[in-house]
Each structure stands twice: as structure tokens, then as C-alpha cells.
């Protein structure tokens, strides 16, 4: 009877071990939440800002949401390299194996091209911010990355909104479902979660890719 519990006791440890491993960690789980929290809040609060600055000649409130979407920016930045080397480190669980080979190619492109994205919008914005003159959000001194060139900032400042739309784009198809049974890039985001689609935690293989 002893031997018996005692097997038991094993399996149970062995398929947890197996389980906790075929997903993400709890800081990864951390650092994808932290990031879809702030990127929804910062695209939203970029678009507005600029039609509200526009639309008002720029009176208040608008300085200050100039401001926090700085501030957010150098988060985001930041937030998204301490993601990458978590990343790196940890490596992630093995693809979906229920996906085809086309599917999984999709995912990797569109979760790669985020984090790209949400290190080049930010950096890409800051450079901006140099060329446009003090990067002073609320009276906060912060570095810049280039002298000041009014020219160089509104091209900077283009490629920043081109790259935002981008970003939006992107994730738009990391979340969408490519087909009524299956989600490519939203498979990844599930895994991110804990869980993959169209299996239990434990039918996932314990892999771990980089």
C-alpha cells in the first residue's frame, strides 16, 4: 500500500513538473500581461492626444497626456527588453503540436515582429522627442538621444506613427483566429495564458524551444 502511494505521489510530481513546463513561466506570463496592459493603453492614448492637441490649438490637458505617453514609452521600452532576456533565458514551450507547419511559421513571424515593435515604436519616439527639443515630461529630466533638428523630428516623428499602425496591425493578427478551429497566432498568446487551444495543459509536449 505504502508502494502504491508513494508511485502515485511520483506520477503526480512527475506530470506536474511536465505540466509547468510545457507553459510559460510565471514571470513570462508576468511581462505579456504587463505589456498588453500598457500597449493597450498607450495606443489609444496616442491617437487621442494628437486629435485632441489638434483639435483644442493644444490647451491643457493636453501637455500632460504628452507627457504620460512619454513616460509610458520609455516603459514599454524597457518592460519589452527585460521581456526579450527573460525570453532568451527561460526559452518558451514547444509549438501547439495540433498546428500545421504553415500555422506555426505565422505565429513565430507575428509574435518575433512584436517584440521588434514594441522596441522600435518607443526608441523610434524618443528619437523623435530628442530632435524636437527637451524630453522634459513632467519637469522630469530625462536623456536625449540626438541634438535638436526640427527637420529630423518630423520625419522621425512620421516613422514613429508608421511604425505605431504597424504595431497595431500585427497584433491584430497575433489575436485573430486564421480559421473557425484553429488561431495561429492567438495559440501563442493562449500558451502565454497557461494553456493552449484545442488540448488541456497536459496533452502539451514539455519541450522548451528558445
Do not use: N
Not at 103 to 129: C, D, E, M, N, R
Amino acid at each position: 500500500m505504502v508502494d502504491m502511494k508513494a508511485k502515485v505521489m511520483g506520477d503526480r510530481t512527475a506530470r506536474g513538473e511536465a505540466v509547468e513546463d510545457a507553459t510559460y513561466t510565471l514571470a513570462q506570463r508576468r511581462f505579456h500581461w504587463w505589456t498588453v496592459l500598457l500597449v493597450a493603453t498607450q495606443v489609444p492614448l496616442g491617437l487621442f492626444m494628437v486629435r485632441y492637441g489638434a483639435a483644442t490649438d493644444f490647451a491643457e490637458p493636453t501637455g500632460k497626456l504628452y507627457d504620460t505617453h512619454k513616460l509610458m514609452g520609455l516603459a514599454i521600452l524597457l518592460l519589452a527588453l527585460a521581456r526579450l532576456a527573460c525570453r532568451l533565458a527561460q526559452g518558451v514551450p514547444a509549438d501547439e503540436p495540433t498546428l500545421e507547419p504553415w500555422q506555426k511559421v505565422t505565429s513565430h513571424i507575428t509574435h518575433w515582429a512584436i517584440y521588434a515593435l514594441i522596441i522600435v515604436v518607443p526608441l523610434i519616439g524618443w528619437l523623435a522627442i530628442s530632435y524636437y527639443g527637451p524630453f522634459e515630461p513632467f519637469g522630469i529630466k530625462l536623456p536625449v538621444l540626438a541634438s535638436q533638428d526640427d527637420a529630423r523630428a518630423t520625419q522621425a516623428f512620421y516613422w514613429h506613427k508608421l511604425a505605431a499602425y504597424a504595431l497595431i496591425v500585427v497584433v491584430g493578427m497575433h489575436v485573430a483566429p486564421l480559421s473557425s478551429t484553429t488561431q495561429s497566432a492567438g495559440t501563442v498568446c493562449c500558451a502565454a495564458c497557461g494553456y493552449a487551444p484545442g488540448g488541456s495543459r497536459e496533452d502539451s509536449p514539455p519541450q522548451r524551444r528558445p
